[in-house]
C-alpha cells in the first residue's frame, strides 16, 4: 500500500511538471486568448448552472406541492372519517339509552327521529319520521331515557307532530315525588316549565323531582317530569308558585320513543 502511494504522487509531479513545461512552451498569443475569453466562459459557466439549479428546483417544488395536495386530501378524508366514526359512537349510545328504557316499559315503544322543529318562536313543536302506518296515533305520549318529552298532536302516514311540555298549551298532570303534592305542570319558556295548583300547605324544596301522575289519560303514571329549580311562596293565596326544570335537553333533542296504545296488529291501529 506504501509502494502504491508513493508511486500516486510521483506520477502526480510528472503530471505537474509537464503542464508547467507546455504552459511555459505556449505563452504569447495563446495567454492572451485565454485571458479574454475565460471570463466570458467563466459568465457562461455560472449561468448554465444558475439555470440547472432553478430547473431542478422547480421540479422538486412541483413534486413537492403535489405531495402536499395529497397529504391534505388525505387528511381531509380521515378528519371526515374521524368524524363520522364520533357521530356513529353518539347515536348508538343515545340509542342505547332509549333500548334500556324500552326493555324496562311494560308498554309498546317505537323509537323516531326528529327531522324538523317549528321555526316560530311562539309554539315549541317537533316533527318525527313516524306515523300512522307505524302505530303512531294522536295524543300519544312522547318520551326520552331522561324523561317525558310531550304529545302527539297530528300524525301523518309516516310523519307526527309533537307538542314539547314547554310549549305554552302544553299540560301534564304531575306529582311531587317526595311528598306526593299533585299540580300541572305547563310550559313557560324556552327550557323551563312552571308547575301550577300546588298547594302551600306543602313543603317544595328546590331539587325536588317531578314525576307524572297518571291522572291526564295520556302519560302513565311515574314518568320524570323534572327537578324544582325555583318556589315561590306569597303571604297570601291558596297556591304557590313552583317551576320546573325539565329532564330533556330539548336543544339537543334527537330520537324519542313514541308509546303506542297496544301491542296488536298496527294494521288495525288509526282506521
Not at 75 to 85: F, V
Not at 185 to 207: F, I, N
Request: hydrophobic share 45%.
Amino acid at each position: 500500500m506504501v509502494v502504491g502511494v508513493g508511486l500516486l504522487i510521483a506520477v502526480n509531479l510528472m503530471a505537474l511538471s509537464v503542464s508547467a513545461s507546455r504552459r511555459y512552451y505556449f505563452a504569447g498569443p495563446a495567454n492572451v486568448a485565454v485571458s479574454f475569453t475565460g471570463p466570458f466562459q467563466e459568465i457562461a459557466a455560472h449561468a448554465i448552472r444558475f439555470a440547472s439549479e432553478i430547473w431542478h428546483h422547480y421540479f422538486y417544488l412541483v413534486a413537492v406541492a403535489r405531495t402536499n395536495d395529497r397529504l391534505e386530501a388525505a387528511l381531509k378524508g380521515a378528519a371526515q372519517y374521524q368524524n363520522q366514526c364520533m357521530e356513529l359512537a353518539l347515536s348508538n349510545q343515545r340509542l342505547r339509552y332509549l333500548l334500556n328504557f324500552k326493555e324496562k316499559n311494560p308498554r309498546p315503544l317505537i323509537a323516531a327521529e326528529v327531522i324538523g322543529r317549528d321555526p316560530s318562536p311562539w309554539f315549541k313543536s317537533v316533527t318525527i319520521d313516524k306515523g300512522v302506518s307505524e302505530g303512531v296515533a294522536r295524543g300519544a305520549p312522547v318520551v326520552m331515557a331522561e324523561g317525558v318529552v310531550g304529545m302527539v298532536t297530528d300524525a301523518a302516514n309516516h310523519y307526527a307532530k309533537v307538542l314539547l311540555i314547554i310549549d305554552q298549551n302544553s299540560a301534564v298532570d304531575v306529582l311531587l315525588q317526595k311528598n306526593r303534592a299533585r299540580g300541572v305542570s305547563k310550559g313557560a319558556s324556552v327550557d323551563r316549565c312552571s308547575l301550577d295548583y300546588v298547594l302551600r300547605k306543602y313543603e317544595v324544596d328546590v331539587g325536588d323531582a317531578v314525576i307524572s301522575s297518571g291522572l291526564d289519560g295520556v302519560f302513565p303514571k311515574g314518568l320524570r317530569v323534572g327537578t324544582v329549580e325555583k318556589v315561590i311562596k306569597k303571604n297570601a293565596g291558596v297556591f304557590q308558585t313552583v317551576y320546573i326544570k325539565p329532564f330533556v335537553d330539548f336543544e339537543k333533542l334527537e330520537e324519542v320513543m313514541v308509546l303506542l296504545p297496544r301491542a296488536t296488529d298496527l294494521r288495525d291501529v288509526g282506521r
